[in-house]
Every structure is written in structure tokens, then in C-alpha cells.
Nanobody, 128 residues
Framework: QVQLVESGGGLVQPGGSLRLSCAASGFSSEHDAIGWFRQAPGKEREGVSC????????QYADSVKGRFTISRDYDKNTAYLQMNSLKPEDTAVYYCATDPYGTCWPDQFMNIRRYDTWGQGTQVTVSS
């Protein structure tokens, strides 16, 4: 069964950190770009970050630059999103997804239609 499974979400105080994981099973994601998205209640799903498979280049939304870091471990078929200096506005369900085109273009990585496999999401709540 082809699936992505996110984990690592939870409740954290402002200024805290979390590391999200996105584990692929039933397929190899080594040729896919991996994107992270988030969706807050009442808002549209938005792109957060992306890591290419072609050259491991990365892209970030302006709202998370300097605070979030995306990475991947090809041996474990897993991608990660390290989130530091968390803010209440980071509260959302976080999703990972695969982009078979393999490259994260600055003007395209937030386009949901590029991604073909999605995880079920993990809740991140930033609150004191």
C-alpha cells in the first residue's frame, strides 16, 4: 500500500521546537520532491517547504524562512521538517506530499496540483 505517514506533531509553547517526520511506505520516494503543507481552521492549505530529489535544493515560504528546516534521509525513505521558534500562527495540521517532477521550483512548490500522494496530516498547536 502506497502511503505517507506524518508524525511528530503536538502541543508546544511559543518559542518551542518540534520535528515532524514523513515516512513513505509501499514505494520509494527517492525520485520525488517532498513538500510540506499546512492548513489552519478556516484557511486554505498552504505550502511551507519543499526539498528536491534532483539536487536536494530547498524552498521555504516567507513566513517560515529562518525558523524551519526541511531535510530527508533516503535510506529511511523519510523526510523531516524541523520547526524552531514556533509561533501561535504556526498552528495547523501539517501534511507532507510527493511531487513526481522531483524539483522544487520557487514559483511552483506551493502548487498543490503538483503533488500526487498525500499523508493524513499531523496536528501542531502552538499555545501557552
Amino acid at each position: 500500500q502506497v502511503q505517507l505517514v506524518e508524525s511528530g506533531g503536538g502541543l508546544v509553547q511559543p518559542g518551542g521546537s518540534l520535528r515532524l517526520s514523513c515516512a513513505a511506505s509501499g514505494f520509494s520516494s527517492e525520485h520525488d520532491a517532498i513538500g510540506w503543507f499546512r492548513q489552519a481552521p478556516g484557511k486554505e492549505r498552504e505550502g511551507v517547504s519543499c526539498i528536491s530529489s534532483t539536487d536536494n535544493s530547498t524552498q521555504y515560504a516567507d513566513s517560515v524562512k529562518g525558523r524551519f528546516t526541511i531535510s530527508r534521509d533516503y535510506d529511511k525513505n523519510t523526510a523531516y521538517l524541523q520547526m524552531n521558534s514556533l509561533k501561535p500562527e504556526d498552528t495547523a495540521v501539517y501534511y507532507c506530499a510527493t511531487d513526481p517532477y522531483g524539483t522544487c521550483w520557487p514559483d511552483q512548490f506551493m502548487n498543490i496540483r503538483r503533488y500526487d500522494t498525500w499523508g493524513q496530516g499531523t496536528q501542531v498547536t502552538v499555545s501557552s
